[in-house]
């Protein structure tokens, strides 16, 4: 079950993280260790997180087509599935934009959905979530990892019901809450759009001191801005190009 991220081929990714102004600044040593997607662990603020999202089939994510499982799990055959999967180390409660360079990487291609995960024994999994197709690709999204006492609870998307692409004729709306492009119109297939996967990450729930993690609520004073517009100050780095398309 461990060797999962050694069988899967990972993709190239790319991480940033800021701390909101109104967050109380903590000076931490990484005090955790485990660097496995498929191992537990319990995590304080400032702590590097490991975990790991997933590319395939929605149906390659259930056991017998009804009980969903963690990619950890052997059960799943994912590498016998065509998937493949992204490993990212975030800081604890700090904001952060995780990117997928799509210019070689469709995820149409390897099924279209996507699950974030984590842990073994205290495993935790997010429900599927859309990505693309040969007709539609979602490019943004909000991954909300929770915590009890230190140890990963539970990874959910959050979604805003399409507000950030009301009225925009770029933009489609899929099962009123997720704004999607049409992919026809992605760079990788002749048109002018970069539609590199961007994940804004927060986190909530108390770390293993009993501390509150805050950066969600951060998150959502600043819904109101464009997810890559909190990123100004990288205008000349790879998520830069997002502002062409907000």
Not at 12 to 17: H, I, K, P, S
Not at 131 to 158: C, D, H, I, M, P
Not at 186 to 210: M, R, W, Y
Request: with cysteine; aromatic share 12%; net charge positive.
């Amino acid at each position: 079950m461990t060797t999962l991220t050694r069988e899967l081929k990972p993709l190239l990714l790319f991480l940033v993280t800021i701390t909101s102004s109104t967050l109380l600044p903590v000076q931490s040593d990484n005090t955790n260790h485990v660097y496995s997607p498929c191992a537990d662990t319990t995590v304080q603020v400032s702590d590097g997180f490991t975990f790991s999202i997933a590319f395939s089939s929605s149906k390659a994510f259930f056991f017998n087509s009804t009980l969903q499982l963690s990619p950890c799990d052997s059960r799943l055959s994912l590498t016998s599935q065509n998937s493949q999967i992204s490993v990212f180390r975030p800081k604890v409660d700090e904001i952060s934009l995780l990117t997928i360079n799509t210019s070689s990487f469709s995820p149409g291609d390897f099924g279209g959905y996507m699950v974030a995960f984590a842990g073994r024994k205290y495993a935790a999994r997010s429900l599927p979530a859309f990505v693309a197709n040969s007709t539609y690709t979602v490019t943004s999204f909000t991954l909300v990892l929770e915590f009890k006492k230190g140890r990963l609870q539970n990874l959910y998307w959050k979604r805003d019901g399409c507000a950030k692409c009301s009225g925009n004729s770029k933009f489609v709306c899929l099962n009123n809450q997720d704004c999607a492009i049409r992919t026809s119109s992605c760079i990788k297939n002749g048109g002018s759009v970069d539609c590199s996967l961007g994940i804004q990450l927060a986190f909530s729930g108390t770390d293993k001191h009993f501390s509150a993690l805050n950066s969600w609520y951060e998150v959502e004073n600043l819904r109101q801005y464009s997810l890559y517009g909190l990123y100004s100050n990288l205008r000349d780095s790879l998520t830069s190009q997002y502002n062409n398309i907000f």
